[in-house]
T-cell receptor, first 111, second 115 residues
């Protein structure tokens, strides 16, 4: 099955700085890479995703990049704000459509 | 997207008892999933529930411990049986919609504490 590794486990930044979270995956059949944000006490929610036919996708302050050759993808958050503080999960489906989730990154944005 | 509700939102149970968690979706969906999220941990898939067939369980999870029902295309239940403190966790259901088969939409979760 798919194996997804996510780093770092914790990321602490000052408000306004950029944050980058990286994930690697093992199954070359993976072709869809979502990122979920989970605020404290809330459900995980999709914030951005990318498919294997594109290398980068942006949505306002967040972007995801994909390197299929190297089997890694990253989440970039620019101009971080305190409300960006949450746990972020990457995922990859492998040969099925059911995602395997990374371990999560706790992002803390200090005002 | 889909609107998903779960009942109960939280419960405190005694060891040895069972709890049934309900998941209701506002539209018909083919696949429903049950996840466990232990404190500070990632999301672990327990099983996939298709309407009209037996649930498919992931490694480490068995039907006797986590029986699942899927009576129709908008509803599913997960029972946590013969509970022990190690079952204390958040249980989340999720669905995929026909519009985006790989995207998971999660319910609000059921926070379970077993004493």
């Amino acid at each position: 099955g798919e194996n997804v590794e996510q780093h770092p486990s914790t990321l602490s930044v000052q408000e306004g700085d950029s944050a980058v979270i990286k994930c690697t995956y093992s199954d070359s059949a993976s072709n869809y890479f979502p990122w979920y944000k989970q605020e404290l006490g809330k459900r995980p929610q999709l914030i951005i995703d990318i498919r294997s036919n594109v290398g980068e996708k942006k949505d306002q302050r967040i972007a995801v990049t994909l390197n299929k050759t190297a089997k890694h993808f990253s989440l970039h958050i620019t101009e971080t704000q305190p409300e960006d503080s949450a746990v972020y999960f990457c995922a990859a489906p492998g040969g099925s459509y059911i995602p395997t989730f990374g371990r999560g990154t706790s992002l803390i944005v200090h005002p | 997207s889909a609107v998903i509700s779960q009942k109960p939102s939280r419960d405190i149970c005694q060891r040895g008892t069972s709890l049934t968690i309900q998941c209701q979706v506002d539209s018909q969906v083919t696949m429903m999933f049950w996840y466990r999220q232990q404190p500070g941990q990632s999301l672990t898939l327990i099983a996939t529930a298709n309407q009209g067939s037996e649930a498919t369980y992931e490694s480490g999870f068995v039907i006797d411990k986590f029986p699942i029902s899927r009576p129709n295309l908008t509803f599913s239940t997960l029972t946590v049986s013969n509970m022990s403190p190690e079952d204390s966790s958040i249980y989340l259901c999720s669905v995929e919609t026909s519009g985006s088969r790989e995207t998971q939409y999660f319910g609000p979760g059921t926070r379970l504490l077993v004493l």
